[in-house]
């Protein structure tokens, strides 16, 4: 399958568009389905029984879609189980019996596992190589939003039309999600098919990840389940809706703002803060009295999790081989089924015994424990299977065996000054420029300070400004002094680059040479983890170019 070389390219937008419509189709119907059943006669404990039902399934179908999907076209695959997901919810009209509605959710829940697991894997197939973990820890935030804006158009659908017409609107988005998905070009060489073997549909390298997720999504599960019937106890019922649009804005903002971090590999840090920041909302509940307490309840629960559900996807889906991502996700994503499934469960027993404020609050604990497993193993395990990978691959279709090693590089606290006594000292044109951690912040060169001195943002690209900086310092002019003497003491992510362009070690000669051309620059730090390990330069590239055209010709 042939590979892109960005992020978001057309498959991967439409792959996103259409997992975000499932999840929101999905979501949906979740309260318009408890109101429907009441309206046919079904209430109680019954109704328990029908929204139950699909959780039983989905987990139990979780490790065959994973099979289904590394051993099949997973792209046809996904085709034929979104269509058989749309047929689910005309199926509630046709058949109105309590029967029927379990076998409806039953096989809800079979053909959503696959189309879950699906679009997850196929993201990770059409993302360039080098940027799967950061690709997908993009796409997985579709969960997050999905997650809450379908409660959210369910709610509404529900409250302005009848249920038939609720469940004809879930229908329509999801017949959309399928026209969408089916404008995507994604082919797949012959797949060769292993027999099914029950100990095969689990992906053992994935259960830490998925043991951690399910701590993390009991509260999830709570909250999701349980929020419109707190707020009838509250007489909050009108803001109920607004909950759910703080719950996307506050997702929205987390995803805004930690993309950077999350790209430079700051996990740990962000693993923190969410979980502080989800322990302090939980607990909260307990003296929730008003409106504006729900809503930034809502707000800050969902910058949590718009930071955590799309990291540790990402973990997932980072760490593990092309041929297995659909076993892995399957496997990863039964952390959402049983976590949200005792979230729901937990919080019927706590509502009767203790109330659900108090409840809510209670369900902090879950998110603590999920802190101590990812500190004490879940963080080492992450980066023991990241580094693994990389030492696995082909070493000379990476960075590693070409780069220059012996970096040089400047501190963010260094100045002008600095910078060039360093550029004389180190013979060097110019030099990235790293934080206290070690992570690339900047980068500046001698062109970087002519262009300052000489106010041009866009000089000719094919004059070296090496040679103009050396002209200048031989038989400098009294303006040029002046000029010289004023920005010495400036700091160099002022004058430097302070976006500076790197590229991961993973990555091979070719995504280098491709970065150094479209970007026009001469030299580029190469990462890992977010921390400098070498720099590949354009004359490292014309070398081996070179050298192996000349060898082509001594067999010639």
Request: glycine content about 8%; proline content about 4%.
């Amino acid at each position: 399958m042939e590979k892109p070389n960005k992020i978001w390219n057309k498959n991967f937008i439409l792959l996103f568009i259409t997992n975000l419509l499932v999840l929101a189709a999905f979501y949906a119907s979740i309260p318009i389905i408890p109101v429907y059943c009441q309206e046919i006669g079904i209430t109680g404990s019954k109704v328990g029984i029908v929204l139950t039902a699909m959780s039983v399934a989905t987990i139990l179908f979780r490790p065959i879609a994973g099979y289904l999907l590394d051993n099949f076209n997973r792209y046809i695959v996904y085709i034929i189980f979104l269509a058989l997901f749309c047929l689910a919810f005309p199926a509630f009209l046709v058949f109105p019996i309590f029967a029927a509605l379990i076998i409806i959710r039953l096989y809800m829940g079979a053909v959503y596992s696959v189309c879950g697991s699906a679009t997850m894997t196929l993201a990770g197939d059409v993302l360039p190589k080098t940027k799967i973990t950061e690709g997908i820890s993009r796409f997985a935030f579709t969960i997050s939003i999905g997650m809450a804006v379908g409660p959210f158009v369910g709610i509404q659908v529900q409250n302005h039309m009848s249920s038939k017409a609720s469940f004809l609107t879930v229908f329509a988005i999801s017949v959309v999600a399928l026209i969408c998905v089916s404008c995507c070009k994604i082919k797949y060489p012959k797949i060769q098919r292993k027999k099914f073997v029950l100990k095969d549909t689990i992906y053992k390298p994935a259960l830490p990840f998925m043991f951690n997720m399910t701590f993390l999504m009991i509260p999830y599960g709570a909250v999701i389940a349980y929020s419109s019937i707190l707020a009838q106890e509250k007489g909050l019922t009108d803001v109920l809706p607004f909950f759910y649009i703080c719950l996307v804005v506050g997702m929205l903002l987390s995803k805004l703002s930690t993309q950077k971090m999350i790209d430079a590999g700051k996990h740990r840090v962000l693993v923190y803060i969410s979980l502080v920041i989800l322990v302090v909302t939980m607990i909260s509940y307990k003296f929730l009295e008003t409106g504006a307490h729900m809503l930034i309840a809502g707000f800050f629960f969902g910058i949590g999790y718009g930071i955590l559900q799309p990291l540790f996807q990402a973990f997932v889906t980072g760490t593990t081989p092309a041929p297995k991502r659909g076993v892995a996700n399957a496997t990863y994503l039964l952390s959402y089924d049983i976590g949200i499934g005792i979230g729901s469960l937990l919080m019927g027993f706590l509502q009767e015994s203790i109330g659900l404020t108090t409840g809510f609050a209670l369900t902090a604990i879950a998110y603590v424990v999920g802190g101590i497993i990812y500190v004490v193993y879940i963080d080492k395990y992450y980066r023991k299977l990241k580094n693994s990978a990389v030492e696995s691959k082909p070493q000379a279709n990476t960075l590693s065996k070409y780069m220059e090693k012996d970096i040089f590089v400047l501190n963010e606290t260094a100045t002008v000054r600095d910078a060039i006594k360093y550029f004389l000292d180190k013979n060097v044109s110019g030099v990235p420029i790293v934080s206290k951690d070690g992570a690339c912040v900047g980068f500046i060169s001698d062109g970087n300070i002519m262009r300052y001195l000489k106010g041009d943002e866009n000089p000719p690209a094919a004059i070296d400004s090496s040679f103009s900086f050396i002209n200048y310092l031989w038989n400098p002019d009294t303006e040029f002094e002046e000029k010289l003497n004023s920005i010495m003491d400036m700091n160099v992510l002022e004058i430097g680059n302070n976006k500076p362009i790197t590229i991961q070690e993973s990555a091979s000669l070719e995504d280098a040479c491709r970065l150094l051309s479209d970007s026009g620059i001469k030299k580029v730090p190469v990462v890992n983890n977010g921390k400098i390990v070498g720099i590949i330069s354009r004359s490292v590239i014309t070398h081996y170019i070179t050298k192996r055209y000349l060898e082509k010709e001594k067999k010639v």
